[in-house]
């Protein structure tokens, strides 16, 4: 039994003629009987009565009808949903995001909605490592990680580098001299407050190198999951930080931003999807970003 054939029983149902349902459907009459009879050979009863005064449904096939239109119902949904997914106006997108992206990714969803308002998205806060494990389990469909992945990442990726940014000291201000900028050799033996490891692996690596080559490993006092709670226990007075310069337009009063001139003090951030994925919802999503780039301002390689 098919979704053709469960038609023809509701359009025989509705039109109680034969003929005229045959015509309906734009089949032979023939054919229409050999349809019906097919049905009540699976089902193991009989649909129609059939008898001079006309044709009329059993009670099993009024009862039975109810549940054919429900099918039938769902089959067009299903068919409809599938033809607004192939062309990128409905479906679902799993996104793994970091501090890094925190304003970004938010807002480039907020696009995708207003561009596909049927869209499914899960947002999920990770780091890279976890987001590279969750991309290769399928467990997400488009992450944002640090560039270079890692070479034992285990599959082929396509990348769209979308922000550039560079480690910065970040200090109280300082009140007797606020227009000095100081150098992460000039604190050596100051505490830090950083983001911690389990946070972000990469960064928090990076940042170590950057003191390393300063010839100092900095005197950690805190580790915290989050930049605005690093911004906000640096303004206290608790220590110095290293964070992305790019917190600097939202650090708020009390806290001061130097930049590091060193090289590798730069790094960017890329989404990364894999290689020949057919969802239809990360093209969407990727034009969503590059919009909120443009408008933004981001400083984007």
Known sequence: MDIHELRSFVVLAEQLHFGRAARVLHLSQPALTKQIR?????????????????????????????????????FEQLLESGRKMAVGRAGRLRIGFGFTTLDLVPRAVVRLREAVPS????????????????????????????????????????AMPVVKDRLALVTPRLPHEPGRKLRLADCSKSPFVVIAKSRSPGFFNHMLSLCAAQGFHPRIVQEVLETATAVAMVRAGMGYSILPESIGSHSGAGVQIHRIHDLKSIWTVSAVWHKGDSNPMIAVFLKMLKKVIQDGKMEVV
């Open 38 to 74: 097919k049905m009540e050979e699976e089902l193991g009863t009989e649909l129609f009565d059939r008898g001079r005064h006309g044709t009329r449904l059993t009670a099993f096939g009024e009862t039975w009808l109810g549940q054919a239109r429900r099918v039938i119902a769902s």
């Open 119 to 158: 869209v499914e998205i899960l947002l999920r806060d990770m780091s890279s490592a976890e987001q590279a494990e969750a991309l290769r389990e399928g467990e997400i469909d488009i992450a944002f990680m640090r560039m270079p992945l890692p070479s034992g990442i285990g599959f082929q990726t396509q």
